[in-house]
């Protein structure tokens, strides 16, 4: 009987050993199965292609800017019938960041060593119109960037036809005869990404032999000092030849005034908004005559330069008139 009782309980045991086993496989081979799905996930995510603005062989359609230098500053331009469809390099910058630096002045120096068949363009993308035109112009000074700068006139979106993406910080569009040719859209721009785009722009001007992104980093670092001097020099003498009354206005010094003044050129205002604006500002102000006077400059400036919507300029100009009196 024993026997027998011992000779049942070792089946038993192997019998469980075996499902153990078995158990223990299927887990492993579940988990491998598992593990090779979220390989297979995670690599087609990080290989999903990230879209902003028109793609090649759409049209690049007409936009507006403002000029963020020289003579024309604050301007509003149209880039895209400036250029009459020859071969250009939009550099759309949704932020500027310490490590693009180097990207953007490797397709600057390009850009200037082609410039006689190349027009290359940045325009930036800020929601901050006011403060933009004022720090802008500092960031190219400090890159030495030699291409024209923009701030598009559509806020941070960019221009509603160009479908830019905000997570992109930077989007690369290269022309010609208005057909985008080469599209590059940057969610972290770096110096990894310059030879794929030059080489893209190399083939619209028909440069078999582009420079190497080093070789026009250094070409740009030589002479660096001699260039900056030039520049400054350059802008000492544009500063003093500029006419006094080339902006009218001034720009306000109050920090809620400023702030209010932002509110109220912003393009996305309804009528209402633009209303409301304009009666805080002039309860801030009641009969303050530094405010007045910054009141007027300040409003002076913003409806000179057309910022703002079509119903703001109108509505600030009667204010304006009736602050005046």
Known sequence: ????????????????????????????????VSLFFLAVLGSARSEEKVFSGPQPG????????VELRGERAGKERDIIAEHKGAPTTLIFVHGV??????????????????????KTEFVFLSADRLISEQ??????????LQSPMSLS????EGPGNYGLNKECLMTVIVARENKVAANFALVQPGMADATKIISAI???????NPPAAEV?????????????????RERQREMQNRPRDNLPGAAPTDEKFIGLLRRFIQRSNDDAT????????????????????????????????????????????????????
């Open 216 to 232: 026009l980093r250094e070409r740009r670092g030589l002479g660096g000092a001699r260039m900056e001097a030039s520049h400054q």
């Open 153 to 156: 006139a559509d806020g941070a």
């Open 58 to 65: 759409e049209k690049t359609t007409p936009f507006k800017s």
């Open 274 to 325: 633009v209303d409301k604006v304009l009666t805080e500002v002039e309860a801030y102000v009641g009969g303050n005559e530094d405010l007045t006077r910054q009141t007027i400059n300040g409003w002076t400036r913003v409806l000179h330069l057309k910022y703002g919507t079509d119903y703001a300029q109108k509505a600030g100009q009667t204010w304006l008139e009736k602050l005046r009196k």
């Open 97 to 118: 960041e310490r490590s693009m630096a180097p990207l953007m002045t490797v397709l600057d120096a390009y850009g200037q060593e082609r410039k006689t068949e190349l």
């Open 1 to 32: 009987m024993r026997r027998q009782l011992l000779i049942i309980m070792k089946a038993r045991t192997k019998q469980f050993g075996i499902k153990i086993h078995q158990v223990s496989l299927s887990w492993r081979i579940t988990a491998q």
């Open 135 to 144: 720090r802008l112009p500092l960031v190219g000074q400090s890159l030495r």
């Open 202 to 208: 190399a083939k619209v001007v028909g440069d078999t």
